[in-house]
């Protein structure tokens, strides 16, 4: 059975960094498109960066020059560095994971919608981030 698993989430203040793991089980990354996605409240959930099993990687604009995904497939682990982070960075950041078949790394981040979202292989629950002075 496919999991995912979570973790680095915490409280950090604006300008501050934080690094968030994603821990698969049950499959290889070597075989999936991993992404992260960000829940903010009030808000609907989004893509916020992607990385491809050629290691091609792609962020949204609003994060682009400040988080960074990278891929262990040594450890089976898929890492969201995120630096310089503002309050508007604050939400459940969720890892799942797609085969993409097809599809660009690019518009695994950039399509929403849960429809979509159920395309995926496996989600984890989330880790909540939360920034503020």
């Known amino acids: 059975q496919l999991h995912v698993v979570e973790s680095g989430g915490g409280s950090v203040q604006p300008g501050g960094s934080l690094t968030l793991s994603c821990a698969a089980s049950?499959?290889?990354?070597?075989?999936?498109?991993v992404g992260w996605f960000r829940r903010a409240p009030g808000k609907e959930r989004e893509g916020i960066a992607c990385?491809?099993?050629?290691?091609?990687?792609y962020s949204v604009n609003s994060v682009k020059g400040r988080f960074t995904i990278s891929r262990d497939t040594a450890k089976n682990v898929a890492n969201l560095q995120m630096n310089n982070v503002q309050p508007e960075d604050t939400g459940t950041y969720f890892c799942?994971?797609?085969?993409?078949?097809?599809?660009?790394?690019?518009?695994?981040?950039?399509?929403?919608?849960?429809?979509?979202?159920?395309?995926?292989?496996?989600w984890g629950q989330g880790t909540l981030v939360t920034v503020s002075a």
């Open positions: 799942a994971a797609h085969r993409l078949q097809g599809m660009t790394i690019a518009a695994m981040c950039v399509i929403r919608g849960e429809g979509f979202y159920k395309s995926f292989e496996v």
């Open positions: 049950g499959f290889s990354l070597d075989d999936y498109a």
């Open positions: 990385i491809n099993t050629d290691d091609n990687a």
